[in-house]
């Protein structure tokens, strides 16, 4: 891979560029672009005319600048995500339609909570997550459910710390993290009230592959005041019904 | 932006790269990327490992290669199709809810129908549409609709062919696909019978953003003795009340 003067490769360089969008910054000029991925003015417009021409990326009328279709089709189309996100998308649907809240389909990815889906429910409360987002592992429930089945290499590297406190009930003592964790191998469920938001409950529970592998954390978001108990036991059913899709040969 | 010698850029050699994945072919070798990518066998090896450094490719156990979950984070959560499709899932599900049958949601890419979203129901006819798949502009519903509301420029070189029939019913004829395409513009509806797949009609109807621009089209496929007026209706519905939430400040 063709190396700058500063060592970094032209690939690291797109991710940088890509890595400046987010929900919040959809479209941006090339100098804003260049901002925020520190690369010089010249390397900007050298990175963004080169993905402009792929399609990666897309001018608007003012010259400014947005993610392209293209990129979000060659990230879709061939995806584990896309595939995964297809086989939970009827169950989430079935959970949603009982439990009316957030509905929420959750992967590991480089040591944190990356949220795949996410139903909402017109009238339900508050939830920070959205989709392509991600949180700490420790913090929400989704998270306790992948960091409890993942590499337990994993499992230590974020028990050794530091625990950020998302919320002040986030659970950021390590021996207490363990327990939690024990916990939710033994009970095949997480219920995580006020970790992420003071006003909210997590429930949240393993989705396995054929071999049983986890591959995926199903949780909603519910008020706190609110039972878990019907939560956890659509929550259940569901996970069985997207173990059972991502069997079959074909999504 | 640094090029081979065959003056094709770093950029141009990871988007061939990416292509070489799709939903039959989610995992890979590097040898296999390399000859589908037709790239010698070191720049397969150069670029394949620059990218999974990254986090775009990722390696199973067997050093097989397939899409990051990265990439698809990258792509998905500074992205317009995101914001678009989080806009219309709560409408697609309420025609799907009434139809029963697939619904679609489409945009126009590059000169074709590319479709972002689509819900399927479990007993639903056929549907060869897939997301993140493409279809000719002028086969399918929804590409009629993008087509006879997308630019001048783009509709007249559609209609100086060729135009590919994908099923004996697609339109080929470029002064009645002339007709079709204002009677779309005129009626704000399309029906398809057959076009696509003999035994399905498509309906589409244009998803406009606020300032009355057309963004996506939105469509639903029936078996061909389903009277069309009812999925009509609910998609004319739903367009309207996309429409809303798009025009909010945020989705």
């Not at 009827?90 to 040591?111: C, D, I, K, S, Y």
């Not at 939830?127 to 993942?150: D, E």
């Amino acid at each position: 891979m063709a190396n700058s003067r500063s060592g970094e490769t032209v690939t690291e360089r797109i991710v940088r560029v890509l890595e400046t969008f987010d929900a919040d910054r959809t479209v941006q000029t090339t100098a804003e672009i260049g901002r925020r991925a520190r690369l010089p003015s010249s390397t900007a417009h050298r990175v963004v005319a080169g993905l402009v021409e792929c399609g990666l990326l897309e001018r608007d009328e003012e010259q400014r600048v947005r993610l392209g279709m293209r990129l979000w089709e060659l990230a879709l189309r061939g995806s584990h995500a896309l595939r995964l996100r297809q086989a939970a998308l009827p169950f989430m649907e079935r959970v949603q339609a009982r439990v009316r809240e957030h509905t929420q389909l959750a992967v590991l990815e480089n040591g944190e909570t990356l949220f795949v889906e996410r139903l909402s429910h017109p009238h339900a409360g508050a939830n920070i997550t959205r989709i392509a987002g991600r949180l700490p592992l420790h913090a929400s429930s989704s998270g306790l459910v992948l960091l409890a089945h993942g590499p337990e290499e994993l499992r230590e590297r974020v028990l050794a710390g530091p625990l950020e406190a998302v919320s002040p009930k986030t659970v950021t003592d390590p021996a207490l993290l363990r327990r939690v964790l024990a916990g939710v191998r033994r009970d095949g469920v997480v219920v995580a009230p006020g970790t992420v938001e003071a006003v909210s409950t997590g429930v949240a529970v393993p989705v396995r592959e054929g071999r049983g592998r986890v591959v995926a954390a199903l949780s909603v978001v519910l008020p706190r005041s609110t039972p878990t108990g019907p939560a956890a036991e659509a929550l259940r059913s569901a996970a069985a019904g997207i173990s059972a899709a991502l069997g079959a040969r074909r999504p």
